[in-house]
């Protein structure tokens, strides 16, 4: 029953890019055609769900019994910026089709700060490993879900008539802020 | 030789906080410009410490350019920036505690915000110390400066006041009135509360800085259309 709260909340309720405020470069910057959003959710959600498994590992089994854990986002980064390169060596590899379509997207990974703000906050609230993952997993799909939808609307602002000081960001962040609002709505639901 | 280089010290401030403001101009580090802006206590709290945190990975970046080999430069470049900023969230846990709460995941994450490596690549790398010391130090100012605009729009518009304490000791705190009961400008005139919380909340955010890209857009648009007619005008003068 937590676990579905966790992992609704990390959906709607408290969605990355509309409520935690991670990860808004790319949802600025990659939003623009529905399959740019896509292959970028789907290399977030990848990389998401491998470096919190990873950061757990380190954190609760190496940093904290060697009692360095103030030492955390050192090694946080260097495992995201060495995962992230790893995994594009692998796909590159092994799997062509999966890296023709994320491809493009991972070298913009490392800096995305979702990955190190869901690495940060499992360990500041202290999820056991099942919980971090299915955090992790929620995380990713509410990107996605948001990312998609953004991306639809602003596909079809393309062709729209814009007042002239609204055309290109501001209009956008426009539409993310009555996204936001729409999202607000499901916190009723889960209290 | 000495007036020329002070010329373009300031040349370099100037870009970093005006022409190349790091958020109204090439839309950088959104993420806490969002975020924390909720009060204008916050960011002052987030200028402060990335003014600290660019300054000192700018200095050091740039004293190390020629040792770093250039394959390896941007991990070298993450490294460092985490060492610093590690240091920035271990001091701002134990000093100012109050500040670090409200500042929360903003912090570890300054690692990750795009000014600290674009700045590192696009400038650092590139110049001298010196140099790199005032494209720090504008870059962070411009920075701070968004961070203000949107705090004060946000904070007075949500809560018609301001509130700033002592961030070394919360329990001293000052409130400034402006548009409430007892402030100068009364809105409750008929006992209606006229505070729009909306403006504290995440989507109040996003529309706050798409009002103020908007009107700096328009302010630009007007000024360069004013000019184009003078320009217009003297060419017809002359002719």
Redesign the interface.
């Known amino acids: 029953m937590e676990l579905i709260a966790i992992g609704f909340g990390a959906i709607l309720v408290n969605n990355v890019l ?8 790319s949802f ?1 910057g990659v939003s623009t055609k529905k399959s740019d959003a896509l292959g970028m959710s789907f290399a977030v959600i990848f990389v998401l769900m491998l470096a919190s498994a990873i950061t757990w590992v380190l954190y609760n089994l190496v940093l904290i019994p060697a009692g360095i854990s ?2 955390y ?2 090694v946080f ?2 495992v995201i ?1 060495t995962l992230v390169q790893f995994v594009e060596m692998v796909l590159k590899k092994y799997i062509q089709g999966l890296y023709k379509v994320l491809g493009i997207y991972l070298p913009l990974i ?4 979702a990955i ?2 869901v690495a ?2 499992n360990m ?1 609230n202290g999820y056991d490993f099942v919980t971090s993952m299915v955090y992790a997993l929620c995380i990713g799909i509410g990107y996605l879900l948001v990312m998609y939808l953004f991306a639809g609307i602003r596909e079809r602002l393309a062709t729209a008539p814009i ?5 290109g ?6 539409l ?3 996204m ?2 729409a999202f ?1 709505g499901f916190a009723g639901i889960l209290a | 030789m000495k007036k020329e280089s002070s010329v373009s010290y300031s040349a370099i401030m100037k870009d970093g906080i005006i022409y190349q403001n790091p958020v109204f101009v090439t ?6 410009v ?2 924390i802006t909720t009060s204008v206590m916050n960011a002052v709290g987030m200028s402060v410490a990335l003014l600290f945190i660019l300054i000192l990975t700018n200095v050091v970046i740039s004293a190390m350019r020629k040792i770093v080999p250039s394959e390896i430069r941007i ?1 070298a470049y ?2 460092m920036a ?2 610093i ?2 240091c920035a ?2 001091l701002m846990n134990a000093f100012t505690p109050e500040l670090y709460s409200m500042l929360g ?1 903003f912090i ?2 300054i ?4 000014i600290i ?1 674009g700045r590192a690549e696009a400038f650092a790398n590139k110049n001298t110390v010196v140099a790199s010391f005032f494209d720090a130090v504008g870059n962070a100012v411009g920075y701070g400066m968004a961070l203000l605009v949107m705090a004060f729009i946000r904070e007075l518009v949500a809560k018609q006041s301001y509130t700033f304490y002592n961030p070394f000791n919360s329990t001293q705190s000052w409130t400034l009135n402006l548009l409430n009961g007892e402030g100068f400008l009364n809105l409750n005139i008929l006992n209606i509360d006229a505070s729009l919380s909306f403006f504290a ?7 706050t ?3 103020v ?3 700096l ?2 302010i630009k ?1 007007h000024k360069a259309s004013k000019k184009a007619k003078k320009s217009a005008l003297v060419k017809e003068e002359s002719k």
């Open positions: 509309l409520s935690q405020f991670l990860g808004i470069c600025m103030y030492l986002l050192i980064i260097l910026a490392t800096t995305n700060c190190l703000g940060t906050s500041q007042a002239k000081p609204f055309k960001i501001a209009i956008a962040l426009l993310a802020g009555c936001a609002m607000q | 839309v950088l580090g959104m993420c806490p969002l975020a991990p993450i490294i985490a060492a900023v590690s969230d271990q995941l570890p994450l690692v990750v915000n795009c490596l909340t995440p989507a109040g955010g996003f529309i800085l798409s009002i890209l908007a009107t857009a328009a648009s």
